[in-house]
T-cell receptor, first 112, second 115 residues
C-alpha cells in the first residue's frame, strides 16, 4: 500500500541551531504536501504546504523542500526555539482526491 | 485557537456506556472530518462530511456513529466500545472538498479511555 513515513522518530537540536526533519513518500501520484506541528495536548497545526509544481517554499523561519525524483520532503526550521518542540507530521494528498495520508511523526526536542 | 472546538477534552467510559463527542467550527468551512490518533500510528481518517453529507466512511466499525446536523457541527456517537478504541479523537475542517486539496484545521481532540 501507499506509505508516508519519517526517517527519524526523535530529533534533538540545540536552541539556535537549524533543524531538518525528513519525510519519504511512496505515491508518485501525490501532488500536494503539508507539514503539521502538534504540541502536547493540542491537535495538529498547519505549518506550510507545497504543491508538486514547486521544489521549495519558504515561510517564517520554515522552508519546505520537495524532491520528486526521490520522493522526499523535508522541513527546515531556522534558529530553532524551545517553542518549536513538538511532533511534526508530513502529509500527502492527491489533487481532487481529498484523502490526506499522514506519516507517523517526528518528535523534535529543543535543548536549551 | 484554530477555530475548531471539541468537547469534552477527556472522556473515560465503560464498554457498555453510550457517549458523544462534539465538534464545532467557527471558520465557515463546509467540510468536516473525524480522525483517530493512536500512539505511534499515523492519523487515521474515520469520516468525512461535505455540506452535511457523508462522503467517506473509512471502514469504521458501527459502534462509531457520526452525525452532522449542519456544516458547523459534527458529532461522534459512541456505544459498546472496546479498550482498543482508546485514543485521541480529532475533529478537523477545511473550506470545501470541491476545491483543490488544502490544509486542515484541527481541534485539540478528545482523549478517550475505554475501560
Amino acid at each position: 500500500g501507499e506509505n508516508v513515513g519519517l526517517h527519524l522518530p526523535t530529533l534533538s537540536v540545540q536552541e539556535g541551531d537549524n533543524s531538518i526533519i525528513n519525510c519519504a513518500y511512496s505515491n508518485s501520484a501525490s501532488d500536494y504536501f503539508i507539514w503539521y506541528k502538534q504540541e502536547s495536548g493540542k491537535g495538529p497545526q498547519f505549518i506550510i504546504d507545497i504543491r508538486s509544481n514547486m521544489d521549495k517554499r519558504q515561510g517564517q523561519r520554515v522552508t519546505v523542500l520537495l524532491n520528486k525524483t526521490v520522493k522526499h520532503l523535508s522541513l527546515q526550521i531556522a534558529a530553532t526555539q524551545p517553542g518549536d518542540s513538538a511532533v511534526y507530521f508530513c502529509a500527502e494528498n492527491i489533487e481532487g482526491y481529498q484523502k490526506v495520508t499522514f506519516g507517523t511523526g517526528t518528535k523534535l526536542q529543543v535543548i536549551p | 485557537e484554530t477555530g475548531v472546538t471539541q468537547t469534552p477534552r477527556h472522556l473515560v467510559m465503560g464498554m457498555t456506556n453510550k457517549k458523544s463527542l462534539k465538534c464545532e467550527q467557527h471558520l465557515g468551512h463546509n467540510a468536516m472530518y473525524w480522525y483517530k490518533q493512536s500512539a505511534k500510528k499515523p492519523l487515521e481518517l474515520m469520516f468525512v462530511y461535505n455540506f452535511k453529507e457523508q462522503t467517506e466512511n473509512n471502514s469504521v466499525p458501527s459502534r462509531f456513529s457520526p452525525e452532522c446536523p449542519n456544516s458547523s457541527h459534527l458529532f461522534l456517537h459512541l456505544h459498546t466500545l472496546q479498550p482498543e478504541d482508546s485514543a485521541l479523537y480529532l475533529c478537523a475542517s477545511s473550506q470545501d472538498l470541491r476545491l483543490q486539496a488544502e490544509k486542515l484545521f484541527f481541534g485539540s481532540g478528545t482523549q478517550l479511555s475505554v475501560l
